[in-house]
């Protein structure tokens, strides 16, 4: 069928009707995202341009990031297109965002690693420079807000514990977590990490604002480090 118009197609092999009757966990990755692309092109059907996709980027992290631009290089694919597989992956990360707020709460060790694998790490995995990010959490350890505190470029970011307070008593927050990306994609601390952790911890505290866990994004789930769980945020 490669070629032909999905309209021309039987029913039974149309991607949006398996994806009725059948559901969407029936359909492989090609005839999702065909029917997010909807349409082909003259000759070229939208799985067709699906498989191309997948093709050039790999797999959905591949296209994800990718920019706009360089996923119109695909013939068929314009600025439409482009922007409906954009908005289908930020609902996919969005989706990561709210099973981060239900996870059970910090009696688990590992949640905040959890936490940020969920919320930020899809954001962060694959940035090509260093960002700092901040979640502020109420007395219920539910968020009240997540902020960038600032972007580096590839050899690091500076990040100041004075700023991170002001943050935290800005939003009557009575815990954070602090968070930054390795664009290497290694996830081992670094001395200047343990040092900044210990500097926010300590200046935290002097607030009465406590510093669950701060999490290094590297390049996947298992090169996120928490340096809680690491013991530098143990006093003493």
Known sequence: ????????????????????????????????????????RRGISAEDLARRLLGTFSNLRGIDTAS????????GIGPAKAAQIKAALEIGKRLCREEARSLPGPSDPRWALRYVMDFYGPYLRDAPVESICL???????????????????????IADPTLIVREAVRSAASSVILVH???SGAGEPSDDD????????????????????????????????????EGLLQVG
């Open 181 to 183: 990306n390795h664009p």
């Open 68 to 75: 706009v631009s360089e996923i119109q290089t695909i013939s």
């Open 1 to 40: 069928m490669t070629g032909q118009s999905i309209r021309d197609w039987m029913p039974e092999d149309r991607p949006r009707e398996t994806l009725l009757s059948s559901g969407s966990e029936a359909l492989p990755l090609s005839r999702l995202l065909a029917i997010i692309l909807r349409t082909g």
């Open 135 to 157: 979640i502020l959490f109420n007395k219920r350890h539910l968020q009240i807000r997540a902020v960038e505190l600032g972007r580096g470029d590839s050899t690091g970011v």
């Open 194 to 229: 343990a040092a900044l952790t210990i500097a926010v911890r300590d200046t935290c505290a002097l607030f009465g604002i406590r510093l669950l866990d701060h999490v290094i994004i590297g390049c996947n789930r298992k090169d996120c480090r928490s340096l809680a769980m």
